[in-house]
């Protein structure tokens, strides 16, 4: 009797200590949900960046990086993220009936660096042509990004027409590669480190304790990558994200996959500063390092008979100096975002989109490209 009452005691006191510790720790994050909200906000929101004029984006499994939907401030604009990880407002869904969209994928010369969401080209082509639009540009996003943007959650966006514009991430010269990082990403994802991870964060104390020792103290890296390859900083340049021939076959699915939604399917060929001022630099005969890629690009075009709009030669006929049309080397400005806006709308009415479906062909697989640039 003495044992079995010393055990049930020894029992009542475990479970009224759990309780205790149960009921304290329900108190703690109440109070940290209440007293820390702006901490936890913060945390919810991607890290703080070393430069004002930049954001950083958190690290994602399957798309490298991206946002988390909200608003913040970048380049001197609000910049708005929806569920979808989209720059906009959020959109209806389902599409409602009679509703037409013009979906663009790409990196930040598409996603408006400096520019207001309605002044994007983008915007500016579907206001033109009657149609909502959908900018699926994201900075320093590849083809890789895309697809795996896409197949989450973009293609819920419904768009009846995909304007393809990524280039300039696919053939930056950097230290990693877009299809290895995602498949260490993958694996690290799946792991116990990550689900022990996943179920902390649960925790707001966790959060914000997370937020005050962790990610506030230590701004994240923010490196500028090489998107062209001068004879000088040969030696110093990596390889490509995005090999030659695996930016066309992604090219390729994009455009197939558009095609199984029933979407058209348009090429935007992006302009660059130095279409308008060439620099006198030793490149040699292969010459700028973006023109395998800008072929590639011409090429998918050609082969599903989808319409191509050409920046640089856009931007050439504009008569208007380079500095009026980037805000940099590669981002377009507001003026130059409205005339690349106005030649898409352009050549999308002439192909005779929105009235009816743009014609497009079924090609064969891409053939092989040889990339003169290319590292070992």
């Known amino acids: 009797m003495i044992v079995r009452g010393g055990l049930r005691g020894l029992g009542r006191r475990a479970a009224l200590g759990a309780l205790t510790a149960a009921g304290v720790w329900l108190l703690l994050e ?12 913060a945390w919810a929101q991607p890290p703080p960046a070393p430069d004002p004029e930049l954001a950083v984006m958190p690290g994602h499994p399957y798309l490298i990086y991206a946002y988390r939907p909200g608003e913040h401030e970048e380049r001197g604009v609000r910049v708005r993220i929806n569920r979808l990880g989209l720059r906009g407002p959020e959109l209806a869904r389902p599409k409602p009936p009679g509703a037409l969209r013009l979906l663009s994928t790409g990196d ?11 002044r994007t080209f983008t915007a500016q082509a579907a206001a033109k042509l009657g149609v909502e639009p959908v900018n699926g540009g994201l900075p ?10 896409l197949s989450l959650r973009g293609w819920e966006a419904e768009p009846d027409l995909v ?4 280039l300039w991430s696919d053939n930056t010269f950097d230290t990693f590669v877009d299809k290895e990082v995602i498949a260490t990403l ?4 799946a792991g116990p480190v990550a689900a022990t991870l996943r179920l902390l964060q649960r925790s707001a104390v966790f959060r914000v304790a997370d937020w ?10 923010v490196k500028t990558v090489s998107w062209r390859q001068d004879r000088a900083e040969e030696g110093r340049l990596r390889r490509r994200r995005v090999e ?23 090429f935007l060929l992006l302009p660059n500063r130095e279409d308008l001022e060439p620099k006198a630099l030793d490149r ?50 507001v003026e130059g975002h409205g005339i690349l806006g106005a030649a898409v709308a352009e050549a999308l009415a002439t192909a005779g989109w929105p009235a009816r479906p743009l014609p497009q062909q079924s090609p064969e697989d891409p053939p092989l490209r040889v990339d003169p640039h290319a590292r070992p």
């Open 163 to 166: 304007l393809i514009a990524n």
């Open 244 to 266: 030659i021939n695996d930016y066309s076959a992604n090219l390729y699915a994009i455009t197939r996959a558009a095609q199984a939604r029933g979407a058209g399917v348009a």
């Open 140 to 149: 320093g996003y590849s083809t890789f990004q895309t697809q795996a943007l």
């Open 284 to 333: 040699g005969a292969d010459g700028p390092a973006w023109l395998p890629y800008r072929a590639a690009l011409r090429a998918a075009a050609e082969a599903f008979g989808a319409p191509l709009i050409d920046g640089p030669a856009t931007f050439a006929a504009s008569g208007r100096p380079a500095e009026a049309l980037f805000l940099d080397e590669m981002h377009p400005s």
């Open 108 to 118: 930040s010369s598409v996603f408006g660096f400096g520019v207001d969401e309605e």
């Open 186 to 189: 993958r694996e690290w994802e």
């Open 212 to 221: 005050r020792l962790r990610v506030q103290p230590r701004a994240e890296r």
């Open 30 to 41: 109440s109070a940290c949900t209440v007293l820390f909200a702006a901490d936890l906000r």
